[in-house]
């Protein structure tokens, strides 16, 4: 039982063989009964809150390793919220990846990513994610006097949510029917929110809500505080509050990529479909057997069996839905090359194929040593979803892996998966914490490192395939945001917007 009194998630364990390898821990029950039929939204609505500046600078009483504290089954009650089940969890030192029924949630020390597809109600669910920060992780809260209140709110440092506009918003529930609705709730909720609008109203685009940091000092609110609150914060929770952190507050190095295909090509996105996948598995097993001359296949342990004519049959998990096949689908189609465990050896990748069609992927890159020998405590992943019916064909793909990693540039990691889906367009949000690179007020400085400069522009303009159509610069307080968006120059689609497209756009 959880500090919240969540009964446990029935699980299966798979132990790393190593200390500090990410380890595996399948959900079957939740898993054993998906269906993807009736799934249709492939954009997601992705939240990230922050509750310090990095996993090393928690505030004072804080538990140590943070939210990644915090019991896995207590999660389950804000995910019943937002409607969607835990498939399965990578455990490593610095992020915990949890693979849900909708898209994804990641768990760091110091802040918590969730994405969610299709007609979830993610906003729901925040509530619940700021009481168990405050509750079980222990972090500062301002909103209420106790920590017994229902209502307590663990602080956050900062607050984002993003999304595309979505193919089908008149199918959505709860807050997410609109932007407008979306931002309303967001702004009733914290202080110091800003929304904004990137990329065209009558096509592509994207939405951006972010909190700013304040530059009050204020000490946070303890579990035994007997203190009033003040009569401007009873309605509302802060955010960006500076607080006594504990530990050394690293340069803030935080980059998000993101990139956003729709109009997947029909043929490519068969791969995604259970039968395709079924289709590769009994391949490569007797392809394996004829190189071996038996008939196994090992895929999580499994091995295949001959029938009466002493022909491989396939074992029952590469002929059903499941992480056996989302295996397979994650080596075919590329994705396990994009950060291979050649260079990064300690990498997991954990998928999922759904029936009748559907993929989802988490991975956890664990960092690389520097020039200086020393391996940061840094928590790197990246996430793929996939919608592959051609009605409303989607595939997502987002990493904090840093660009110019291990020699590879932004462009090539883009170049790379674009590859594996082949969309007739697709859109490239680039989120990079100025950090180091922050120059001071009228200062223009184009530096070969920053997303927007002439070095970067050079590479990413040049995308093999596609040709760029937008390119959008934000210039934030403390972030760099670069949008981008790009069709295929052999892409045939309709000169109009599309009806989310448009929709959205017109209630703005």
Known sequence: MSGLGVPSIPTNYTFSPSEGTPYLTINHDVAADLDSTSAFEGPEKLLEVWFAPSAKALPAGVKEGGLKAVNPDSWTPMLDLVHCKVLSIISSENVDAYLLSESSMFVFPHKIILKTCGTTTLLLGLDLMLRIAAVEAGFPFHNVASLEDPKVAATPLRVFYSRKNFLFPQEQKGPHRSWRQEVTFLDDKFENGSAYMVGKMNGDHWYLYITSPTNSLTPPRTPTSSRGVSPSRKNKIPTGIVAPFGGVIENNADETLEILMTDLDPENAKKFYLEEATAIAKEKLFAKSE??????????????????????????????????????????????????????????????????CGFSANGV??????????????????????????????????????????????????????????????????????????????????????????????????????????????????????????????????????????EEGEEL
């Open 291 to 356: 190189a071996n001359g038996d008939a196994s296949f090992d895929v999580f342990s499994s091995s295949g069996d001959c029938d009466a004519d002493g022909q491989a049959v396939l074992p029952e998990a590469l002929t059903t839905e499941g992480h056996a096949l989302g295996t397979v689908v994650s080596e075919a189609c590329g994705l396990s090359a994009v950060y291979p465990t050649s260079t990064y050896p300690d990498a997991r990748i954990d998928a999922y194929q759904f029936s009748p």
């Open 365 to 502: 890159i664990p960092a690389v040593a520097g020039d200086d020998g020393n391996v940061p405590k840094a928590g790197h992943y990246f996430t793929v979803h996939v919608t592959p019916e051609p009605q409303c064909s989607f595939a997502s793909f987002e990493t904090n892996v840093p660009g110019g990693q291990n020699g590879r540039q932004t462009a090539e990691v883009i170049e790379q998966v674009v590859n594996i889906f082949r969309p007739g367009r697709f859109s490239v949000t680039l989120f990079e914490a100025k950090g180091a690179l922050a120059t001071t007020p009228g200062e223009d400085v184009d530096d070969s490192r920053r997303s927007w400069g002439a070095a970067a522009k050079q590479r990413m303009e040049r995308i093999n395939g596609y040709r760029r159509v937008d390119r959008i610069v934000h210039d934030f307080e403390d972030y760099d945001l670069v949008f981008r968006y790009y069709e295929r120059e052999d892409w045939v689609g309709g000169g109009g917007a599309r009806m989310g497209e448009r």
